[in-house]
């Protein structure tokens, strides 16, 4: 079946580190793959996507690359803020599932000054 | 609306109880989905719609759980006979269409306690 995997947490970094959170998927096709992201209080919000092999998502210094070859989407981010505290999903969707996203169970980072 | 509403945002309810949470999406979105989230746990999918029909239930865990959106827009998941084991938050998104090039936009969910 379709599935994602992600690390587990929680991570707990110092500010300006760099942060890495790995996803692997399992999918049937071609899955568009998405990091949303949960911060404390709030709902979830779509951080970057891809939606093809080797496409890059960016956004708020966050980047990650749609790697066929691994089935992986890992998440990456130069130097992290306090703000960035946050629980992090992986989530794949396929071209005819209406849209519909399996997630993965989120890893909680927090991030210390 | 401005985003996807949810009410209420918390609900205590006891063992045995019926519930009704309830989702407003953006206006103009006709696809709309239910997910569940239990703590440390991502969400779950439940059900999406296209316009007023269930376009797939699968995620449904059992005959108790049923959901409706009879003009299109707003929708209602009920619950019949609540257990402890539905307790959990309950997320609604929507988006423009039900397409998997499309962002779901979700709502900051309905927190239900069975006791």
């Known amino acids: 079946g379709n599935s994602v995997t992600q690390m587990e947490g929680p991570v707990t970094l110092s500010e300006e580190a760099f942060l890495t959170i790995n996803c692997t998927y399992t999918a049937t096709g071609y899955p568009s793959l998405f990091w949303y992201v949960q911060y404390p209080g709030e709902g979830l919000q779509l951080l970057l996507k891809?939606?093809?092999?080797?496409d890059k998502g960016s956004n708020k210094g966050f980047e990650a690359t749609y790697r066929k070859e691994t089935t992986s989407f890992h998440l990456e981010k130069g130097s992290v803020q306090v703000s960035d505290s946050a629980v992090y999903f992986c989530a794949l969707t396929l071209y005819n599932q209406g849209g519909k996203l399996i997630f993965g169970q989120g890893t909680e980072l927090s991030v210390k000054p | 609306g401005a985003g996807v509403s949810q009410t209420p945002s918390n609900k205590v309810t006891e063992k045995g109880k019926y519930v009704e949470l309830r989702c407003d999406p953006i206006?103009?979105?006709?696809?709309l989905y239910w997910y569940r989230q239990s703590l440390g746990q991502g969400p779950e999918f439940l059900i999406y719609?296209?316009?007023?029909?269930?376009?797939?239930d699968s995620g449904l865990p059992n005959d108790r759980f049923f959901a409706v959106r009879p003009e299109g827009s707003v929708s209602t998941l009920k619950i019949q006979r609540t257990e402890r084991g539905d307790s959990a938050v309950y997320l609604c998104a929507s988006s423009l269409v039900p397409s998997g090039a499309n962002v779901l936009t979700f709502g900051a969910g309905s927190r239900l306690t069975v006791l």
């Open positions: 719609f296209q316009g007023t029909g269930a376009a797939d």
């Open positions: 206006s103009g979105h006709t696809a």
């Open positions: 891809a939606t093809k092999a080797d």
